[in-house]
């Protein structure tokens, strides 16, 4: 079964940067659309940043815009999310999703998934 790998959490101070990673198991993602959600526990999972197959468009939720920033490599296969300025309500574990269709702000479409990597931000 294929999986989307993430990996680059961890525990910083508010204010800190983390650099998220996430690493596809197969080229044919290089044409898909990619996304970051989080889900704090309690919580519903929320959408954070996407990206089409070819870079050109992204989105971001208002809560992280002109802090977050998603890109990706397709030669690597790898998709990525910087995190400045992180502040405590960015508490979450972070999902990297994948999408054969096209770049949207919902999670159904995203057929996908990685485990999640946990990131922590304390004040």
């Known amino acids: 079964q294929v999986q989307l790998v993430e990996s680059g959490g961890g525990l910083v101070q508010a204010g800190g940067s983390l650099r998220l990673s996430c690493a596809a198991p197969?080229?044919?993602?290089?044409?898909?659309?990619m996304g970051w959600f989080r889900q704090a526990p309690g919580k519903e999972r929320e959408f954070v940043a996407g990206?089409?197959?070819?870079?050109?468009?992204?989105y971001y939720t208002d809560s992280v815009k002109g802090r977050f920033t998603i890109s990706r490599d397709n030669a690597k296969i790898t998709v990525y999310l910087q995190m400045n300025s992180l502040k405590p309500e960015d508490t979450a574990v972070y999902y990297c999703?994948?999408?054969?269709?096209?770049?949207?702000?919902?999670?159904?479409?995203?057929?996908?998934w990685g485990q999640g990597t946990q990131v922590t931000v304390s004040s």
């Open positions: 197969e080229r044919t993602f290089s044409r898909y659309a």
């Open positions: 990206i089409s197959w070819s870079g050109a468009t992204t």
């Open positions: 999703a994948a999408s054969e269709a096209v770049l949207t702000r919902s999670p159904r479409p995203y057929r996908y």
